[in-house]
């Protein structure tokens, strides 16, 4: 079955660092990947997508890579701010399957 | 102008009760899901509705019953509520068929806020 691994967490750092969330997955086919931010008490909210191999989704400085040979979709931020402390999600969805399935979260929180 | 919208946000109750958690969502799109959030953050899919016909029942409890009265609903009624239900559960929706390109598929999956769930 499917199935998305990512760094547990937690992570601290200070504002302006570099941001790496290492996500890799496992599928049957071919499956579209997800990153989606949780806020403190608020719902998900999708951050970037990629739909096949080699494309780079990208939205508000966050950067990820689709990459097929390593199975991998990892998330990067060139310098982090106080506000992008959040749950980070990676999912991964099959072509003909309706469902995402989803990583365990990563807790980021970033330090002024 | 909310997109998907859950109530209550808050949900307290007693052990063997019944509850109901109503979505709705103004995007208009055909498929509408719920998801579980577990204390520890993990989410898992319950149940999916495309057009109001069930397409995705995993494997949870009869106990929850989903209910779809129309493309733009989808409660959820819980029966002898147990204090392992308590969770963050998540409605979410997305436009599965585009009659312009019947061959689209991944459409993003647009969350609501969120009903706190917790039974004492």
């Known amino acids: 079955g499917n199935s998305v691994t990512q760094m547990e967490g937690p992570v601290t750092l200070s504002e302006e660092a570099f941001l790496t969330i290492n996500c890799t997955y496992t599928a049957t086919g071919y499956p579209s990947l997800f990153w989606y931010v949780q806020y403190p008490g608020e719902g998900l909210q999708l951050l970037l997508k990629a739909t096949k191999a080699d494309d780079k989704g990208s939205n508000k400085g966050f950067e990820a890579t689709y990459r097929k040979e390593t199975t991998s979709f990892h998330l990067e931020k060139g310098s982090v701010q106080v506000s992008d402390s959040a749950v980070y999600f990676c999912?991964?969805?099959?072509?003909?399957?309706?469902?995402?399935?989803f990583g365990k979260g990563t807790l980021l929180t970033v330090n002024p | 102008d909310t997109a998907v919208s859950q109530t209550p946000k808050y949900l307290v109750t007693q052990m063997g009760n019944d509850k109901s958690i109503k979505c709705e969502q103004n995007?208009?799109?055909?498929?509408m899901y719920w998801y579980k959030q577990d204390s520890k953050k993990f989410l898992k899919i319950m149940f999916s509705y495309n057009n109001k016909e069930l397409i995705i029942n995993e494997t949870v409890p009869n106990r929850f019953s989903p209910k779809s009265p129309d493309k733009a609903h989808l409660n959820l009624h819980i029966n002898s509520l147990e204090l392992g239900d308590s969770a963050v559960y998540f409605c979410?929706?997305?436009?599965?068929?585009?009659?312009?390109?019947?061959?689209?598929?991944?459409?993003?999956?647009?969350f609501g806020p969120g009903t706190r769930l917790l039974v004492l």
């Open positions: 979410a929706s997305s436009q599965e068929f585009v009659e312009t390109d019947p061959y689209r598929y991944q459409e993003t999956q647009y």
């Open positions: 995007l208009g799109h055909d498929t």
């Open positions: 999912a991964l969805r099959e072509s003909s399957n309706y469902k995402l399935t």
